[in-house]
């Protein structure tokens, strides 16, 4: 499967994370490293959730949406 990845440098290191799942992040001391790294966490990030969810209950729920961003008081 494939997936979309961000990459940013910050200071020495190489910031790595999947924007679909969240949480899901990781860093290298180099852009080659980072990438390596961030198909195996993508990959226990996945498995982890198969476990998770496989006896879950799931629910559809209605969110209505405003046009601003702020909640009534």
């Known amino acids: 499967m494939r997936y979309q990845v961000k990459l940013n440098k910050i200071d020495q290191v190489y910031?790595?994370?999947c924007p679909a799942l969240?949480?899901?992040w990781?860093?290298?001391d180099t852009e080659q490293e980072a990438l390596e790294k961030i198909k195996y966490v993508i990959k226990d990030y996945l498995q982890g959730f198969d476990?998770?969810?496989k006896n879950?209950?799931?629910y559809y729920i209605d969110v209505p949406l405003k046009s601003h961003?702020?909640?009534d008081v």
């Open 56 to 58: 879950a209950d799931f």
């Open 22 to 24: 969240p949480g899901c």
């Open 26 to 28: 990781t860093v290298g």
């Open 51 to 53: 476990e998770i969810a």
């Open 15 to 17: 910031a790595i994370w």
């Open 69 to 71: 961003w702020y909640f």
